[in-house]
């Protein structure tokens, strides 16, 4: 438990195989998780259904990365409960200032319509949280966002704990030594989540269905 946790010392228990949460929007205080069971997103299984295909091919969206990057994690946190507090939210834009915490955002008739965000050490992507205020929003980030880490060069999509939804895109649970053996890979990997050019809706079905 602490209220007084650097950005270094988040970054060094990242690499270790844990994460801080807060109880409440109005708990100052943090505390680290390391759950029994992991969830990850295996990036060469991710699951577009037939109603999200035809979603993106519509392509009545845009998408951008680290354009809106606080107004992404002020939607992940808008919401009744969350474990996103004062200290969090500061030391996410600590670390996004220094290039380790990157969002991808979707837009549509000029608003932010959903998005994801998340902590990258070497080939590991720590997917913090994601929102959505339009149909299909979260979704086709996280289309966008798996194609990213493929193209980028990262091998482990971690997101935490695995809900119904991200089940249904292809999240599943590992244990903590599996899950800790990847993450000792990936660390050691190198990777630039700035580095591929956001794809058309064609591009990245095109790619999606020849790897999943």
Not at 158 to 172: E, K, M, N
């Amino acid at each position: 438990m602490t209220d007084r946790l650097s950005a270094e010392l988040l970054l060094a228990g990242y690499a270790q195989g844990i994460f801080p949460m807060a109880e409440s929007r109005e708990n100052p205080q943090l505390h680290w998780f390391d759950p029994a069971m992991r969830g990850i997103v295996p990036l060469e299984n991710f699951h577009i259904s037939r109603s999200l295909a035809k979603h993106l091919r519509r392509g009545n969206y845009t998408i951008s990365t680290n354009r809106a990057f606080r107004a992404v994690v002020e939607g992940c946190a808008d919401r009744d409960e969350t474990w996103i507090n004062g200290p969090l939210f500061a030391l996410y834009d600590q670390l996004h200032a220094a290039g380790f915490a990157h969002s991808l955002e979707v837009w549509q008739d000029g608003d932010l319509a959903g998005g994801i965000f998340g902590i990258t050490l070497g080939g590991a992507f720590f997917g913090e949280s994601m929102f959505s205020r339009r149909t299909n929003a979260s979704k086709t980030a996280l289309a966008y966002l798996v194609d990213r880490l493929r193209q980028a060069g990262f091998s482990l999509f971690d997101t935490q704990y695995i809900t119904p939804h991200l089940a249904s895109l292809g999240a599943v649970e590992i244990p903590r030594a599996d899950y800790r053996a990847r993450l000792a890979r990936a660390l050691r990997q190198e990777a630039d989540f700035d580095a591929p050019e956001l794809p058309g809706p064609h591009s990245l079905l095109q790619r999606m269905t020849q790897t999943s």
